[in-house]
């Protein structure tokens, strides 16, 4: 009962978590929009543009969070893997949104844009890398304690997008003094660091959504169960269901002087201890170790 309500605190707060995020990404880039029209910076404009793009990927993960654990007569091991998805969603959003920059701070080297620069709007693109980086610093205690890998894209996204403001806001004070494009190269070398994270996020969540081994929980099943007295070797195969679930059957092989007592006693401590772990062991009888 106590870790079904743990559970749930768990999901709640990662659901508020999200959601606070939408709402402040969707304020940051109303803002940004209307400070770069002011001072005509391409650059603000479409880092503000990159928030909005922000805002749905954190209502994909707050409705993805909503989804997790929840069984179904469909889906009888919950919808937990939903978390891949969205983190596929979001790399794609990173990896897209990189391009767009890298694109338009290459284009920088050539056409130069002439740019009102204001200290108010200065100082507004300043408050809101500052909040940014608070986004960053919240998740990132988040993923420290929940090891979600949504919340992490999350973390990774704050931190690019307070890299990026960066970027736009040097640009915009350096325009004032020289010709040559620093913003650009700036920008470009962003962009780039973005796209490859990107790329991981993205690399990572197909391999869980095609049904890649989970080595880290295979592992520790493993050595659960060869730690049990009179267990001699052990066959199994896990079934990754989302970050706080899995399926395992298992077929362990005892020494020949282990009783049913033994077997019993190793069956009833390995199911308990796994479970904890969002591991849902079937004993069976295993031919071949996939």
């Given at each position: ?13 990662k659901i508020i978590a999200s959601a606070t995020g939408s709402g402040v990404n969707f304020v940051l880039g109303i803002t940004k929009v209307l400070c770069g029209v002011y001072t005509n ?37 919950g919808l937990g893997r939903t978390e891949y998805a969205v983190t596929l969603l979001m790399a794609i959003i990173i990896i897209a949104v990189g391009g767009v920059f890298a694109w338009q ?127 001699k070797g052990v066959k199994l195969r896990l079934y990754d269901c989302g970050a706080k679930r899995a399926e395992a059957y298992v077929s362990v092989e005892y020494e020949e002087w282990a ?32």
């Open positions: 009962m106590a870790a079904s309500a743990a559970k749930e605190k768990e999901k709640d707060i910076s391409i650059a603000i404009i479409s880092d503000g543009v990159n928030n909005f793009g922000d805002v749905f990927s954190s209502a994909g993960a707050a409705v993805g969070f909503s989804l997790e654990g929840k069984a179904h007569k469909r889906f009888p091991s701070a290459s284009d920088r080297f050539f056409y130069h844009p002439v740019v009102t620069f204001s200290w108010v709007q200065f100082g507004i693109i300043a408050a809101t890398i500052a909040i940014k980086a608070g986004m960053a610093a919240g998740y990132g205690l988040l993923y420290r304690r929940f090891r979600s890998d949504v919340i992490k894209a999350l973390t990774v996204d704050s931190i690019l997008d307070a890299c990026i403001t960066l970027f736009t806001l040097v640009g915009l004070f350096l325009a004032r003094y020289i010709s040559f494009p620093a913003d650009a190269a700036v920008g470009l070398a962003v962009s780039i660091v973005m796209i490859l994270q990107g790329i991981k996020l993205l690399i990572d969540a197909m391999y869980k959504l095609l049904g890649g081994r989970d080595e880290k929980r295979e592992r520790g099943l493993r050595a659960l169960v060869l730690d049990q007295k009179g267990v009783g049913q007592d033994d077997v019993l006693a190793a069956e009833r401590t390995i199911k308990a201890v796994a479970e904890k772990y969002g591991i849902f062991v079937t004993f069976a009888k295993i031919e071949e170790e996939i």
